[in-house]
């Protein structure tokens, strides 16, 4: 049994999607540059509901800022204000890239093994988009749970699933209630795009 869903794990794993990240990808992504300083880093994060930052100058990739470089600073350097530290200070400057013409089954792979959520999408050396375990699972939950190994993969998980989402039957199309395209829940025989769903 357990050796039977290790194979059906590294087979879902090896086989292609036919989807590129380039396709789902976001390209309205939230960035800084590299001399803003953390005070704003933080108030931008809560702002805009996100977990980090991409960090930029011009086009090019300079680093990532994370919620945990932040409270990691807030806690070791809790003397010190924090409009004084800029974003160049913290960020992390070896950041995992993925190409937009990579399918997404590449890119459920790099994550799984570098453990990590998220992906800047980098092409010709400019940062082009953003994409997420988020993005995929809405895709494609059971490609999603191969990445479950991981605690805060599944912390997203049990999320979505309490949301209904992953439960929910899900096709492309044009959403009944807005008219907006793109991939939409289903219940009751009526087709939502996801903010639609989700007021439901």
């Known amino acids: 049994m357990v050796l039977n869903l290790y194979k059906e794990k590294c087979l879902i794993l090896s086989m292609e999607t036919g989807i590129s990240v380039g396709d789902l990808m976001?390209?309205?992504?939230?960035?800084v540059s590299p001399d803003t300083n953390l005070k704003i880093c933080a108030k931008t994060m809560i702002k805009k509901r996100v977990g980090s930052l991409v960090i930029k100058e011009g086009d090019k990739l300079k680093?990532?800022?994370?919620e945990k470089d932040i409270v990691w600073t807030i806690v070791k350097q809790s003397k010190k204000d924090l409009g004084s530290i800029l974003a160049r200070d913290l960020m992390k400057r070896k950041v995992v890239t993925i190409k937009p013409n990579k399918d997404l089954a590449e890119a459920l792979r790099v994550m799984k093994k570098k453990k990590i959520r998220r992906l800047p999408v980098v092409e010709n050396g400019k940062v082009i988009g953003m994409i997420t375990t988020k993005d995929i699972f809405k895709v494609d939950p059971g490609l999603f749970e191969v990445l479950a190994e991981s605690?805060?993969?599944?912390e997203e998980a049990e999320k979505m699933k309490r949301m209904g989402v992953m439960s929910a039957p899900r096709k492309q199309g044009s959403?009944?209630?807005?008219g907006e395209i793109g991939l939409l829940y289903g219940?009751?025989?009526?087709?939502?795009?996801?903010?639609c769903y989700d007021k439901k």
């Open 26 to 31: 976001t390209r309205n992504f939230i960035w």
């Open 63 to 66: 680093g990532i800022l994370t």
């Open 151 to 154: 605690g805060k993969v599944r």
């Open 175 to 178: 959403c009944e209630e807005c």
């Open 187 to 195: 219940e009751d025989g009526e087709w939502f795009c996801e903010k």
